[in-house]
Structures are given as structure tokens and as C-alpha cells.
């Protein structure tokens, strides 16, 4: 009888995928505080204090960022309304889920502005304690100024960004996918050329302020700029991957799995005639109706002895039910298939009623969607090819529609 187990790919905590440039923004605020804040406000500390204020900063910061996704999800949670559960991190940044990108409708505001609004209640609770401490520094907690400072800082400055309708973050993602409810299939490109555009101003502003000796804030700036850039781009691809996927007819791409296994062929048989031979790792096991049963990894039959392998079956191996690698003809396929995209698997197998049907691979779909996209076509203007019987020929020939 076969045993399934649900090994299903589990997704990154963060919401952003993590790179170098998160790298970047840890080692500059860690820099700002044990190299700048420190040594000006806590004189002749040592360098291990000095170290600390730095772990310090960027606990704050990132809980400042923490925050502000709290705030998106708590208004999700009011409303009833879709929210990205990978954001809900230190790292923010761009979302991930398909629904992301859907064209929004009004309500939707709601949520994108719990965000800053957070920010705003946080900036202002830094600001009343900066002030009440300032005001008497001989108070037992007066040393705690510059941090509650930096934390007014950061709330503020992450809801200023976010509120800039010219760049892809809240208010600019909003204005894209209200504008793309209103004329489907048209994506605004003035938010991201204007992401660009912003970028490009504050990485030359950051150089200049880091020539002439302001190197806090021209480091911080250049990191932004770059940060920045990069959020557009891939806002911006992943916004036309779920526009692109919406149009395309996922049955076109399909294709005949060459091996698929018998539940009921022998282990020996299937390694000698499709495992080895093919070289993959997972294989899709069907019944003798042709209904899916589950994945092989072929690494389940080292669990048998050599001398066995002519004797048990296919079936009585371990299966796996991995979701992640199924896709289901049905409304909403596209999903699937983003998400298999996201996430590099390959290939992707088709299912229809429960039978396997074929196989599709996610990175051709990524790669057809570049070309189109750098080409600047669309799907529905690309060329339709079909067969017909050629009366001289018995071959059949493709023919290009008209």
C-alpha cells in the first residue's frame, strides 16, 4: 500500500528575500552607532560599549520596521482583507504573494495606510519621551535620549517614504493597482521611472554628502538609493509576471511527462528503464487508472535492499503529497504557477480530475515573459502556430496564422 507524507516547501520567514543589500543596511547602521552616535554622546566607553550602541541602533530601526508591517497586518485583520503574512518581519520589503499584485479597490487604502500610520504613533511616543528627557539629562534614564531620537527618526523617515505616490511602496503600489482596475492590462510606468528617477537623486546626493565629509548621512543615502532602485525592479517585474500569467493560457504549455512510474511496476524496472537513466530527482506515480498517487524521490529506494528491488513494487514505496509541485487545472492555476516560479521548481506537474495530464516548466514561462516584456509585446500579438496535414506530404508542417 503506499505511504504519503506532505513535504511541502515551506517559504522563507522574511518577506523580502534576503541579499547582500540587507548586508549593507546592517553594517551601516551598526557603523552609525558604534562610530558615530557613540563616540559623540557616551565619551570613553571603550570599544565593547561602543559595539553595543551599535546592536543597539539596529534593533531599533528594525523594530521601527516591525512596526510598521504590524500596523498593515492589524488593519487586514479590522477589514477582513488580504495581507502578504510574509511581511510581517524585520526586513519588510517587497511582497511575494501573487494577490500582492491584483488590481486593488478603495478599501484597500485602509490597509496600506495602518502602515504609517503606526509609524506616525511610534514617531510621536520617540518624540514626547526625547523631549520630557532632554529637558532634565541628570534624570536616572537621561541617557537614553539619542536612542529614543534615532527611533523618532526612523518612524518618521519610513512613513515619509512609504507615503511618496511617485516610488513602489504603499501609497505608489496603490495608485499602480487602482490604475490597473481601472483600464485592465495598462501598468503605469510613471511610478517606477519616477522610483528611478528618485533613486539616481539620492545615490548622487549620498556622494556628495560623503565628499565633503558628512558621512552618516551620505553612506545612508547611497544605500537607500540603491535599495530603492532595486525595490522598483522587482515591484515592476514581479507586477508584470502577474499581469502576464493572468493572459496566458496555461493548457499551451503543457507538455508529456517521458517518466512517469507505475504504482504497480517493480523498484527494479523502474530504476533500470527511467530513474537512472533520466537523471531526476522526483518521479510522479500513477494507479493503473492513470490517477496521481504522489512523488517518487529516488532516493527512497536506497531504503531497500538490492535483493528485494525485483520483488516490491513502486507503490509500496513512500510517496510524497508535495503540493508545491502539482498544479490543478482550475481557476486560479496561475497562482500555482507564480508560485512555482518564486520559488525554482521545476518542472511543475499538471493534474486534471485527479489524473496526471503532463508537465509544465515555470522557467520557460519566465523566460517567454522576458522575452516579451524586453521586446515590449504582448501574449495576444504573438504568432499562433497550428498543424495541418500537408495532401503531399504526410508529415504535418506548422503554418502560421494570419
Known sequence: MTRTTDVTPKRAASGFQFDGSWVFLVLFLFWAGAFELAPTQYRGQGPFFDGMIGGIIILIYFFCVLLHESGHKLFARMTGRFYDGHQLTIWGGVPREPESFLPADAGEMVVKMGGPLFNLMAGLLFHAGYQYLKGDPEKFLGGLTPFLFFGMQSSFFLMIVNLIPVIPFDMGAMIVKDRVRRSPGVVPMWPFQGGLGLSWVMILAGLILASRGFLLSGFGLLFWGIHLARATLVWKGRLGLVMYLQNEDIRSHIEDDPCPLSSVMTIEEAFRNHIYPSGRKFFPVIDADATYAGLLDWREIKKVPSFLWADRTVGS??????????????????????????????????????????????????????????????????????????????????HELP
Open 317 to 398: 514505496l513512500e510517496l510524497s503529497t508535495n503540493a508545491g509541485r502539482t498544479v490543478s487545472l482550475v481557476e486560479g492555476a496561475w497562482k500555482q504557477v507564480y508560485d512555482a516560479i518564486g520559488r525554482e521548481i521545476r518542472p511543475l506537474y499538471v493534474l486534471e480530475d485527479k489524473k496526471l495530464i503532463g508537465i509544465i516548466h515555470p522557467d520557460r514561462i519566465l523566460e517567454q515573459f522576458r522575452m516579451a516584456s524586453e521586446l515590449k509585446i504582448l501574449s495576444s500579438s504573438l504568432p499562433v502556430f497550428k498543424k495541418k496535414e500537408d495532401p503531399a506530404d504526410p508529415l504535418t508542417i506548422p
